[in-house]
């Protein structure tokens, strides 16, 4: 058996697998469906002087503000 086959065969092992593992198989509430809309829309955002890092935590969107020494939470 090539390279091929043993691959085959272990693609084969891990589909049985996870269809005999309760919470490994497809969940069919799993599956969303996901629509694209246009979002040719802008925004602006007032900031604190000389802006130097940006960071994103999941929620928020946080900008150093080097010059006036503050944050800004977007």
Known sequence: MG??????????????LAMA????GINDD?????RWYA???????SM????SGVAFDG???WVANWGS??????
Do not use: E, M
């Open 48 to 51: 604190g002087a000389d802006t």
């Open 21 to 24: 593992v309760p919470g490994w």
């Open 39 to 45: 979002a040719n829309q802008t925004t602006q955002f």
């Open 3 to 16: 390279i091929k086959g043993k691959l085959i065969g272990l693609i084969v092992a891990f589909i049985l």
């Open 30 to 34: 799993q599956i969303a469906l996901l």
């Open 69 to 74: 020494g503050t944050v800004s939470k977007l």
């Open 59 to 61: 929620a928020n969107i």
